[in-house]
């Protein structure tokens, strides 16, 4: 079974989607840190029911050979909502159209990921990336220190979402499939009301 693990909001630099994630929601969020392989850096922001949210950048101080994930390398504009993450039991089983999994580990957080070799999402992010906790470890979702905050719905919005929907096996409540522009909105409950992220 296949379920929302977190969300990813894009940003050219990492400090300027933070300040838009905090602008919007209300609370704070807390560093993560660096990505060696990939050369990015992230903040995070703890969410109710083992959800959490980041912000990801590429980190100015690194340097890489080759593409970087969540194509992070095109990205332009304000910060946005740009990709979805989904917890996979056997991540082996992943449809090839995720991309190879691809072994991470950053301080005592060890997963497996599908990124696709030029560093792409697919279909432009509709297709969410996938992921694989290693054994014993408490993903962020489960360790953060809790924000009040708690995703409602996340609508994912594409031409052909219900092609895309048929490849894979998600059992979510909380993610909506809608035919439509490409994009994604969160709506999310905070101690300050409800706000949306898209």
Same mark, same amino acid.
């Given at each position: 079974? =296949?379920?929302?693990?977190?969300?990813?909001?894009?940003?050219?630099?990492?400090?300027?989607?933070?300040?838009?994630?905090? &602008? /919007?929601?209300?609370?704070?969020?807390?560093?993560? @840190?660096?990505?060696?392989?990939?050369?990015?850096?992230?903040?995070?922001?703890?969410?109710?029911?083992?959800?959490?949210?980041?912000? =990801?950048?590429?980190?100015?101080?690194?340097?890489?050979? @080759?593409? $970087?994930?969540?194509?992070? &390398?095109?990205?332009?504009?304000?910060?946005?909502? /740009?990709?979805?993450?989904?917890?996979?039991?056997?991540?082996?089983?992943?449809?090839?159209?995720?991309?190879?999994?691809? &072994?991470?580990?950053?301080?005592?957080? $060890?997963?497996?990921?599908?990124?696709?070799? &030029?560093?792409?999402?697919?279909?432009?992010?509709?297709?969410?990336?996938?992921?694989?906790?290693?054994?014993?470890?408490?993903?962020?979702?489960?360790?953060?220190?809790?924000? @009040?905050?708690?995703?409602?719905?996340?609508?994912?919005?594409?031409?052909?979402?219900?092609?895309?929907?048929?490849?894979?096996?998600?059992?979510?409540?909380?993610?909506?499939?809608?035919?439509?522009?490409?994009?994604?909105?969160?709506? =999310?409950?905070?101690?300050?009301? =409800?706000?949306?992220?898209?």
């Amino acid at each position: 079974m =296949i379920k929302l693990d977190h969300l990813a909001v894009a940003s050219s630099e990492l400090g300027q989607g933070v300040a838009w994630v905090e &602008d /919007t929601l209300g609370v704070p969020m807390v560093s993560g @840190g660096k990505h060696a392989r990939y050369g990015t850096h992230n903040s995070l922001l703890g969410l109710a029911d083992g959800l959490y949210l980041e912000v =990801i950048a590429v980190d100015p101080d690194a340097a890489i050979d @080759g593409p $970087r994930w969540f194509n992070l &390398d095109h990205f332009e504009g304000p910060p946005r909502l /740009t990709n979805w993450i989904c917890r996979m039991p056997d991540i082996s089983a992943a449809p090839d159209i995720a991309g190879p999994p691809v &072994d991470l580990e950053r301080n005592d957080l $060890r997963w497996q990921i599908t990124v696709p070799d &030029d560093g792409s999402l697919p279909h432009g992010g509709a297709f969410p990336t996938l992921i694989e906790w290693g054994a014993g470890v408490s993903p962020p979702g489960e360790s953060l220190p809790q924000s @009040g905050c708690r995703l409602i719905e996340l609508i994912v919005s594409h031409p052909d979402s219900q092609r895309i929907a048929s490849l894979i096996d998600l059992n979510d409540p909380l993610v909506r499939w809608e035919v439509g522009p490409p994009g994604f909105q969160a709506t =999310i409950e905070t101690p300050h009301g =409800i706000r949306v992220l898209q």
